[in-house]
């Protein structure tokens, strides 16, 4: 009795706090509808502390860029881009953002790369390691048929296709397992400070290397508590301040 206790204080507590989200969420969407940006962004961001999807980073980003802030808009579409990939506003208005940034600095995405990345993570997480689960299942069944029938064809079609099923199945771990590490992967920031100076050492008195404004996207070599060793296209590496960068 007491744990049906527990479960039911435990449903109550979910259930109120998705009520809480949902609630929050119509509030900051009537607030950007009435152009009250502040206040959606307000709402936007007490969301994602808790919760996040390529949706709400979307909404973020958008707020952010009505305020005229381009290099946190920047910082969540990017968010919102790694979610979902394959999203054409979500480009289209990182796009825009970027055209608003000083340094003009682009990383290769196109080709095979940006194929793969589509292919790879424009599916949500749960379709890999479901699927997977299911594809397992489905060879398991097939072997035990493919040793059960005694009919000749029905034994090679089982025996194939139970090999291409764990195939499949292990494809499926392996893009699961791919996905995850680039979702939580932190080697990619963006520049939030008006200017900074890359240096060549993690130190104020070491020289300057190259000069980066708010809204460039770089490359995180090194993460430290105060200094990130960064990267740019052209090569150059140089020493930041961890303040002047978030990392998506």
Not at 1 to 26: C, D, K, N, P, S
Not at 42 to 49: C, N, P, R, S
Not at 209 to 220: A, C, D, S
Request: charged share 20%.
């Amino acid at each position: 009795m007491r744990y049906q206790v527990v479960i039911l204080l435990l449903l109550t507590y979910l259930q109120g706090f998705a009520a809480e989200g949902t609630a929050l969420l119509q509030e900051g969407n009537q607030a950007y509808e009435e152009a009250n940006y502040e206040m959606a962004l307000e709402h936007y961001l007490t969301i994602a502390e808790t919760y996040e999807s390529s949706a709400l980073y979307y909404n973020i980003g958008n707020a952010y860029y009505k305020l005229s802030d381009v290099p946190h808009a920047i910082l969540y579409y990017e968010r919102a881009l790694r979610l979902n990939p394959a999203n054409e506003d979500i480009k289209a208005n990182l796009a825009l953002a970027y055209k608003r940034t000083i340094d003009k600095i682009e990383w290769d995405t196109e080709g095979f790369t940006e194929w793969w990345n589509i292919f790879l993570y424009g599916k949500p997480l749960t379709f890999w390691s479901n699927n997977s689960l299911w594809l397992m299942l489905m060879g398991f069944m097939l072997f035990t048929l493919f040793i059960l029938a005694k009919k000749k064809l029905v034994r090679q079609l089982s025996f194939f296709a139970g090999l291409i099923a764990v195939g499949c199945s292990i494809l499926a771990v392996f893009a699961a397992r791919a996905q995850q590490s680039y979702i939580t992967n932190e080697n990619e920031a963006v520049i939030v400070a008006l200017t900074v100076n890359a240096k060549g050492a993690p130190s104020t008195d070491a020289t300057n290397v190259f000069v980066l404004h708010e809204g460039t996207k770089v490359m995180v070599k090194e993460a430290g508590d105060q200094w990130y060793e960064i990267t740019i296209p052209n090569g150059s590496v140089g020493w930041v301040k961890s303040e002047t960068l978030e990392v998506i």
